[in-house]
């Protein structure tokens, strides 16, 4: 397995995309701010999941890319609805 020069610019993307929502959800000013940090390190991590399975030539990855990105969705709007409280 070697990657090509296109495999490695998006996969040194997806880290730059990963290292860059860390940073945003520790430094967030905001609890609003950290959920979409948070948000968008899941969407990230489902990308380099389905990159892996396209990688390996494996479809086991694409499931493991589908229960992780449907669980960081319900996990992301849980935080959500708790930090919206109480107001409609």
Not at 5 to 11: D, K, Y
Not at 14 to 37: E, I, K, N
Not at 41 to 62: H, N, Q, R
Request: proline letters at 2%; aromatic letters at 6%.
């Amino acid at each position: 397995m070697t990657l090509n020069l296109l495999e490695t610019l998006a996969f040194a993307m997806a880290g730059a995309a990963l290292l860059l929502g860390l940073l945003r959800l520790v430094l967030g000013p905001g609890a609003a701010d950290r959920v979409v940090a948070a948000d968008t390190l899941s969407v990230t991590a489902t990308a380099v999941i389905a990159g892996l399975a396209a990688l390996f030539e494996t479809p086991l990855y694409l499931d493991v890319a589908l229960i992780f990105g449907v669980l960081a969705f319900v996990f992301v709007v849980a935080i959500a609805r708790t930090i919206e409280g109480d107001r409609q």
